[in-house]
């Protein structure tokens, strides 16, 4: 039933946005990994937002992939999308879908609806602050049997940003999925500095954390990727 709401909320989402401000941003760079995989590789992202008066919709999708002369050693995907409808300045209601596969983690492929609320507590200029609560369904595919479990989950996420200046950004946002089955957490923090125009220098970390996985599969993975980046589109 969840999974049925979440995607049709998101079918709104092209006509809701049709005459809206959007802008967007590319990136690319070095990666290197620790925890399940050690290696450096070639990471990408791409975010995509829509925004009018009452809705938003955020549009996000990364790669990991690295091979050495024998084999593959690293390779991740990931793809999501939130709709927001705002009843006010500060309150909104999302409803999310997102999808990832990782060939090194600990599990192969997940998929999650989810909907709830949100509330901004800081609106800017310097600082921007949104936390959220809701719930959903996950459907996962075990990494080591490639059996398939679907179970409801409980949803925690905050964003915070802060301007420090007309160059440099800083960023952290944190999400915590809890199911029966496995909790899964992700913190991502970022600097970005400003080069020249839109194009940007950005370094990140991320820590991924899962409460269950296969024998001889370590619960967390960290990323850390500096990546040159360009933005475009609403100012």
Known sequence: MIRRLAFAFLALAPSAVAASEWKGEAAAGLLTTSGNSETQSINGKFNLEYLTTKWKNRFTATAL?????EESTAERY????????????KNYAFVAVDWEKDRFGGFRERTVQSLGYGHRFLTGPKHLLDAEIGAGARQTEAQDTGERE?????????????????????????????????????AVSELKLSIIGNVFAGISFTARNNSDVPPDTKKTDTYTAVNLSYTFGSK
């Open 65 to 69: 992939n690295n091979s050495d002369e």
């Open 78 to 89: 990931t793809v999501g999308d939130q709709l927001d409808y705002n009843f006010n300045p």
């Open 150 to 186: 679907d179970e409801f989950i409980g949803r925690l996420s905050s964003r915070y940003q802060w301007v420090i200046s007309e160059t440099s950004t800083f960023s952290q946002s944190i999400k915590v999925e809890s199911g029966s089955e496995n909790t899964f957490s992700e």
